[in-house]
């Protein structure tokens, strides 16, 4: 696989899930390139603590949704490490509402963040995968994707075409060896469901409580190594029971 360090790609990973994911795949000896939009603080932080475990990493401030940005950060990828074995997007958001009243913006950006930027990543980065004929590629999608869930018509369209997205994308790199999957969790502890009230959410629960982060990370951490090399195409959840 060339001597250069094996790096992974993750965005998003200035907090919640991805950074999670970032520590993991650090701990796991890659190289950790940590995407973050505005959330600096965060973001250094979580590339202080890789660098404290003897881990290496690096920052890329820039908005997935930007195409341009995208294609800049790559080309960085190969005059800077050269190569990229993972990409992980974890970057997303949730602009609820019922769809009558739903504002066009909130559904155009909750559509380009959460599925269009998959793409705007996807694509450089296979390019990169198919030189070392090896390649591990993760979405973050959600039960809402699976189930659909109401007051969240942006979010649940967005989450299920990303596993479109991922099947397709699977089918055709699966002979390079590169395989494509999605993690669908439930309700994981993050900024993102601070908002909401998890008395009642959890008397759904089979298990009775929200997930962490880490045990999302488990899952990713275990999908790009080795031992999951003819796993590919699949949604695993992570959802303490409900689908
Ligand atoms: P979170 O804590 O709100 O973190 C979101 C991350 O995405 C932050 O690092 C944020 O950084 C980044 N981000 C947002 N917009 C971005 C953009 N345009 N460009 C680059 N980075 C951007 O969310 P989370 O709960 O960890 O969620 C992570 C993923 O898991 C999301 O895709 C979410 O939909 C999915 N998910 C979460 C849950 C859950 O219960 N938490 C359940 C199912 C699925 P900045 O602040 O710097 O932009």
Same mark, same amino acid.
């Given at each position: 696989?060339?001597?250069?360090?094996?790096?992974?790609?993750?965005?998003?990973? @200035?907090?919640?899930?991805?950074?999670?994911?970032a520590l993991k795949l650090?701990?796991?000896?890659?190289?950790?390139?940590?995407?973050?939009?505005?959330?600096?603080?965060?973001a250094?932080?979580v590339l202080?603590?890789?660098e404290?475990?003897? !881990?290496?990493?690096?920052?890329a401030?820039?908005?997935?949704?930007?195409?341009?940005?995208?294609?800049?950060?790559?080309?960085?990828?190969t005059?800077?490490?050269?190569r990229?074995?993972?990409?992980?997007h974890?970057?997303?958001i949730?602009?609820?509402g019922?769809a009558?009243?739903?504002?066009?913006?909130?559904?155009?950006?909750?559509?380009d963040?959460?599925?269009?930027?998959?793409?705007?990543?996807?694509? #450089?980065a296979?390019?990169?995968?198919?030189?070392?004929?090896? !390649?591990r590629?993760l979405g973050i @999608?959600?039960?809402?994707?699976q189930?659909g869930?109401?007051?969240?018509?942006?979010y649940?369209a @967005?989450?299920?075409?990303?596993? !479109?997205?991922i099947?397709?994308l699977s089918?055709?790199?699966?002979?390079?060896?590169i395989?494509?999957?999605?993690l @669908?969790p439930?309700?994981?502890?993050?900024?993102?469901?601070d908002s909401?009230?998890?008395e009642?959410i959890v008397?759904?629960? #089979?298990?009775?409580?929200?997930?962490?982060?880490?045990?999302v990370?488990?899952?990713? !951490?275990?999908?790009?190594?080795?031992?999951?090399?003819?796993?590919?195409?699949?949604?695993?959840?992570?959802n303490?029971?409900?689908?």
């Amino acid at each position: 696989m060339g001597i250069e360090k094996r790096t992974a790609f993750v965005s998003g990973a @200035s907090r919640g899930i991805g950074k999670a994911v970032a520590l993991k795949l650090a701990e796991m000896g890659f190289k950790v390139i940590i995407n973050y939009s505005s959330s600096e603080n965060q973001a250094k932080q979580v590339l202080e603590q890789i660098e404290n475990f003897g !881990g290496e990493g690096r920052l890329a401030c820039f908005d997935v949704t930007d195409r341009k940005a995208c294609k800049d950060e790559f080309k960085k990828i190969t005059e800077i490490e050269k190569r990229l074995d993972i990409l992980v997007h974890s970057a997303g958001i949730r602009k609820d509402g019922l769809a009558v009243r739903m504002k066009d913006e909130n559904w155009d950006r909750v559509i380009d963040v959460n599925l269009t930027a998959f793409f705007n990543l996807a694509k #450089p980065a296979v390019k990169l995968m198919l030189k070392n004929k090896w !390649g591990r590629i993760l979405g973050i @999608s959600s039960t809402s994707g699976q189930a659909g869930v109401p007051g969240q018509i942006n979010y649940s369209a @967005s989450k299920a075409g990303l596993i !479109g997205a991922i099947k397709s994308l699977s089918k055709e790199i699966g002979p390079r060896n590169i395989t494509v999957n999605a993690l @669908s969790p439930g309700f994981i502890e993050t900024e993102m469901t601070d908002s909401l009230d998890k008395e009642e959410i959890v008397k759904t629960i #089979p298990l009775q409580r929200f997930g962490t982060a880490v045990e999302v990370a488990a899952v990713a !951490g275990f999908l790009c190594s080795e031992e999951a090399s003819y796993i590919t195409g699949q949604v695993i959840g992570i959802n303490g029971g409900i689908y």
